[in-house]
């Protein structure tokens, strides 16, 4: 069975703080996408990743940065939450074939940032 | 303007009734189409793709692309409280990128 997971459900962090979301999957696929989403505004594209050590930024990355030191994990990193960052964020996995038609996610971690 | 399009509801229909949920998007460029379902508390999942023009059907579910008017709809016949869920339109964005719609949310009432 497909599975990406991510290490919290719910997290609550304050101001400053420095925040850091996990995600793996195990789907051995190459590509692997962070995602925040708010209500109204749909899922963003914060950062993603299309092999180890490579990151592209998203629509919104400020204020994030990423890592991917293993093929099945890529992390999220808030370098000093703030609280327009209270959200749910969203990893997702796909393969590398043309077109990529589906992402696999994970549950989501709802963050709030108090 | 955003590049795909959609009303976020909610929509609330009777058990049974046929639901119709609709996208447009901007980009003529544009070939493929998904549908995603969100349940509470979950992460998005596929429900189909279409390609191109025209009607896939899958059970209780059909995807209909209209590439002259950039609009894209899921109808869902015989709708189940089970069918209770965001629902996301969603299109290849160029490189590995997907552009999701904002997601209209559905309650089907039993």
């Known amino acids: 069975d497909v599975k990406v997971t991510q290490s919290s459900r719910y997290l609550v962090k304050r101001t400053g703080e420095k925040v850091f979301l996990e995600c793996v999957q195990d789907?051995?696929?190459?590509?692997m996408f962070w995602y925040r989403q708010d209500p109204g505004l749909g899922l963003r594209l914060i950062y993603f990743s299309y092999d180890v050590k490579m990151k592209e930024k998203g629509d919104i990355p400020e204020g994030y940065s990423v890592s991917r030191e293993k093929k099945e994990r890529f992390s999220l990193i808030l370098e000093s939450a703030s609280t327009n960052q209270t959200s749910m964020y969203l990893c997702?996995?796909?393969?590398?074939?043309?077109?990529?038609?589906?992402?696999?996610f994970g549950p989501g971690t709802r963050l709030t940032v108090t | 303007q955003k590049e795909v399009e959609q009303d976020p509801g909610p929509l609330s229909v009777p058990e049974g009734a046929i639901v119709s949920l609709n996208c447009t998007y901007s980009n003529s460029a544009f070939q493929y189409f998904m549908w995603y379902r969100q349940y509470s508390r979950k992460g998005p999942e596929l429900l189909m793709y279409t390609y191109s023009s025209g009607n896939k059907e899958d059970g209780r579910f059909t995807a209909q692309v209209d590439k002259s008017s950039k609009y894209i709809s899921l109808f869902i016949r015989d709708s189940q409280p089970s069918d209770s869920a965001t629902y996301l339109c969603a299109s290849p964005g160029g490189g590995f990128k997907t552009i999701f719609g904002a997601g209209t949310r559905l309650f089907v009432k039993a």
């Open positions: 997702a996995s796909s393969p590398t074939q043309e077109p990529s038609y589906e992402q696999y």
């Open positions: 789907m051995d696929h190459e590509n």
